[in-house]
């Protein structure tokens, strides 16, 4: 049996070659993560350092965002009909009428009729948690206002916002409110009219 010998021409070709074939699949790796995180900072915006606060990490934060896109992806987004915009418009103004004598109702109407026509759009309505994450798919740059807004809209008793606070939290969700009667899904804008 004959010993291996370290500085043979041909051991040394093949541990450069080894060598070269894992370099090259770091640096693969390394470019398909960069493609990766771009895409999902794109698409989240601001989302995306949300995520990676609440899940101390890029990669955990990227997998979750992920998730919800595979998760959202599987809805059957719509967008709305006429009557069916009319009618969530005019309910929001009879809402926001409501403001001036009952500013607490209000908030708490105007987050009821948000999660009716986010309900209306497709979206199943199962927790505030799991909306805000599902919502975020298509509409990142709102979602900071729904946060916000839900918070003040399910403060209890003592707690109890202020008429300012109130205010930011009907503005917060007029916000959103405009932009999912009005949106289109993703699936919507790219079929050729």
């Known amino acids: 049996m004959t010993a291996l010998n370290f500085f043979s021409p041909t051991f040394l070709v093949i541990v450069i ?14 470019r398909m ?15 995306y350092d949300h995520a990676v606060v609440e899940h101390g990490s890029e990669r955990k934060a990227e ?6 896109q595979a998760r959202v992806e599987k809805f059957t987004l719509r967008q709305l009909g006429a009557a069916q915009r009319d009618r969530f418009m005019a309910d929001w103004r009879a809402v926001e009428s ?27 309505v199962s927790g ?38 109130l205010r930011s939290a009907m503005i917060d969700y007029r916000t959103l409110f405009d932009e999912l009667v009005q949106s289109e899904t993703l699936a919507e804008v790219s079929v050729p009219a």
Do not use: C
């Open 33 to 47: 993560r960069k493609g990766n995180t771009f895409q999902l900072r794109k698409r989240f915006g601001s989302e």
């Open 17 to 30: 070659a080894v060598i070269l074939v894992l370099a090259l699949g770091a640096l693969a790796y390394t």
């Open 63 to 68: 997998a979750r965002l992920a998730q919800r």
């Open 128 to 165: 505030f948690a799991q909306i805000a994450e599902d919502i975020s798919v298509n509409h990142s740059r709102i979602i900071e206002y729904y946060r916000s807004a839900h918070a003040i809209a399910v403060r209890p008793g003592q707690a109890e916002a202020s008429t300012e606070e």
């Open 98 to 124: 409501r403001f001036i004598d009952h500013p607490k109702g209000a908030v708490t109407e105007a987050d009821e009729l948000v999660s009716a026509l986010l309900q209306a759009r497709g979206y199943p």
